[in-house]
Every structure is written in C-alpha cells, then in structure tokens.
C-alpha cells in the first residue's frame, strides 16, 4: 500500500496493480474497503490500477471529523490523490456509491478529467430513483431456485444488527449474474470490508444540489455507464434516465450481469472499459 494525506491531513492509502496508463479506482458500499474491486476482471492487463481506500475503510485513516465521511466532502479526497500522482489530468472509474463521489468530483473537476467511468452508480446525488421498473428485473430471476428466499429477504424489516447481515447475505444472489463460486466468495468476504461510520456518514446530512443535473448536461467529459442486465440498484432504466442527463454519455448494458459486472462476466466488462478509454477524447 501506498499512503499520502489529504488536505485536511487525513492520511489515505492506495495500491497500483496492473500496467499501463492510470485509472484511478474509487470503491462503493458506501464504506466498503477497495479490495472488493480487485482487478476488475483483468482490466489490470491493460491499465494501472490505482485503487483508493475511502477514508476510514480498508488501510486508510479514520479522520478526525466524521462529517467529512459525507459524499461530497469526498471529493477532496480523489482531487488530493490526483495532485499526489502528479496527474494533470486522469481516467476516474467510481462503482456503486462512489459514482456519487466521480459525478460531483466531474461537476467540479471537468478540466482534470479525460474519461468517466461509473459502474452500477448511486444515483442520489442527481435524486434519480435507483430502482425503476425493479419489478421487472425481479421477473427475469423468478426461476432461479435462490429466488423466493432472496426476494423475501429483500424486503424484510430487520429488526437487530445481526438480522440485518443474515438477510443481506440470503439477498446476495440477486446482486449477481450467477450465484457461481465467483460470486459468492466476494459475498462472504463483504461484511469484513465495511466500515460502519464511513457508511452511516456517507449520506448523513447531504441533500442534492438541484442545480446539478443541468450542469452535467455541459459536462465535456466522455462518460461511460455500466448497468447489469440484472442489477436491482440501479436498474437499467434507473441508469437510462441518468444518461439522459448527459450531452456525452454512453449506456453499456452487460447482459447476464448484475451489480458487480466484472465478477460476472470479467472478459466482457475489461474489454468493454478499455475499449472506452482507450478511444480519443
């Protein structure tokens, strides 16, 4: 791991794997530690990975002030990663809640950014539903024969700490393309990589700009979106409507996919990212 501070002196750890040009790596959950991405199904071959440990999760500082958990607070923390790799400009890639971070690091960032990639992103910062039409992506795993428990656990009311980790973990397979051993080794190891005040702090007194979805429409930026054919948040039509914000904006539906696309089919999403990156801005 490597480590350097932020600008209010929190110290933030990072690791590079892969070779090539740069992609820097921001983790969801929200308060997830970023080995969850790993190599992201071998976009490693082909890009260097510099994968960030959101403040106060996996090897990073715990900061002083919890209020700096909060997502728009960081973006200071990816704008200090750039200026510590000496980045004039970059590929950002943000998966699940920290698309939340990428988005308002681009609103305010523009200039330092060369491509966007948001996988399966949290849609709360433009106030966009993340679960539209969630009925009809449900239909399409009725047939799986994990589906009635899952779905029952999906939407109970947990009522202790422990119960709500037993119905996340029978909820799991729906967040994947298939309930492989791929898929449910990432899912016993998530519960070890969170950290319950950078996730209780992510959202904590935040409340979207109203201004911001038209601001994203004079985004320059080319900006990829990544949406599992199976992903419950945010569905497919969640992340269409997010698009539909943007003047430079690409929609990839991955089929078979879920909310971890690179788990689900590796192959598929690495080239498909590369793909955009690699194309001229």
């Not at 990072?14 to 991405?37: D, I, K, M």
């Not at 950078?198 to 994203?216: K, V």
Request: aromatic share 8%.
């Amino acid at each position: 791991m490597q480590r350097f501070r932020s600008a209010d002196g929190t110290e933030l750890a990072y690791r590079r794997v892969g070779s090539g040009p740069p992609l820097v790596c921001v983790p969801g959950g929200p308060g997830q530690a970023v080995e969850y991405l790993a190599e992201l199904g071998g976009l490693s071959a082909t890009r260097t990975l510099i994968l960030l440990d959101n403040r106060g999760t996996g090897a990073s500082e715990v900061p002083a002030d919890p209020a700096s958990y909060r997502v728009d607070r960081l973006v200071a923390d990816v704008e200090a990663l750039r200026r510590h790799l000496a980045l004039d400009r970059m590929d950002l890639l943000g998966h699940s809640a920290s698309g939340g971070i990428c988005l308002l690091y681009a609103d305010r960032h523009p200039q330092r950014l060369d491509h966007l990639v948001l996988v399966a992103p949290s849609l709360r910062v433009v106030d966009i539903q993340s679960d539209l039409a969630v009925a009809d992506v449900l239909a399409k795993r009725a047939h799986e024969p994990w589906y009635a428990e899952a779905v029952a656990a999906l939407h109970a009311d947990a009522s202790t700490e422990e119960e709500q980790q037993r119905y996340r973990s029978l909820a799991a397979p729906l967040l994947y393309g298939r309930w492989d051993a791929a898929a449910r080794a990432q899912a016993s190891a998530e519960p070890a990589q969170f950290s319950a005040p950078a996730t209780d702090g992510f959202y904590a007194g935040f409340t979207p700009d109203p201004a911001l979805p038209g601001r994203l429409a004079s985004l320059p930026v080319p900006t990829l979106l990544v949406a599992g054919e199976y992903d419950i948040w945010p569905t497919v039509t969640a992340v269409r409507e997010l698009a539909r914000l943007f003047a430079r904006a690409e929609v990839l539906v991955q089929p078979s996919a879920g909310h971890f696309p690179w788990v689900d089919e590796p192959a598929a999403f690495a080239s498909a990212v590369e793909r955009f990156l690699g194309d001229a801005r």
